[in-house]
């Protein structure tokens, strides 16, 4: 009776953590060999020398989405921690100006610099377009989604530069069209 009752609550616990079915139209985001929800590699941690939490080598994950929606001119991404700045938030990465045939990202792209009109440039938080987790160590692994949003923005139309806040006023009045979010968990 024991053993069946074990039996049973493994299996209810187990149905609980798969995945939604989603339907196979459906406008998605995700990371080649990386479910939702995976915890990001060392690599992907950010660099940046102020802040002895970034201990990384700002790898970015390689992304791909499908399903586009009708009318897509251009593609946005951001990046946001909400636990980051103790609760506060942290954008991570503010990027735009994606022209509507580019499906993919491989991994370490969004990291450096835009190369051959695939990405304008926005600024996150600390004023770059891009920077890994830098949760600080001993904390419980943090939740950061990225959320890639089809527009009807053409991919030169934005200036570089724009922050969050920025980029989605300048989205306002119809000009998003849906949104696909994937999020990522890191801890050191």
């Not at 994950?61 to 991404?77: C, E, G, H």
């Not at 503010?94 to 990291?111: D, K, R």
């Amino acid at each position: 009776m024991k053993k069946t009752a074990a039996t049973l609550s493994l299996l209810v616990l187990a149905a609980c953590a798969t995945e939604p079915t989603v339907p196979p139209t459906a406008f998605r985001l995700t990371s080649p060999g990386m479910p939702d929800n995976s915890m990001l590699p060392p690599k992907s941690a950010g660099n940046f020398a102020k802040n002895p939490n970034c201990t990384g080598q700002n790898v970015s994950p390689p992304l791909a989405w499908s399903n586009v929606p009708d009318k897509t001119r251009s593609f946005a991404i951001i990046w946001d921690d909400q636990a980051g700045r103790a609760g506060l938030g942290v954008s991570h990465a503010v990027l735009y100006g994606i022209p509507a045939n580019v499906t993919s990202f491989a991994e370490g792209e969004l990291g450096g610099a835009p190369a051959g009109g695939r990405f304008v440039p926005g600024k996150n938080t600390l004023g770059m377009h891009w920077l890994g987790p830098c949760s600080p160590r001993g904390n419980a692994p943090q939740h950061y989604v990225m959320t890639l949003i089809a527009t009807t923005v053409e991919p030169g139309e934005l200036p570089a530069g724009l922050n969050k806040p920025e980029l989605l006023k300048a989205l306002e009045g119809g000009k998003a069209l849906r949104a696909a979010s994937l999020a990522f968990r890191f801890a050191q």
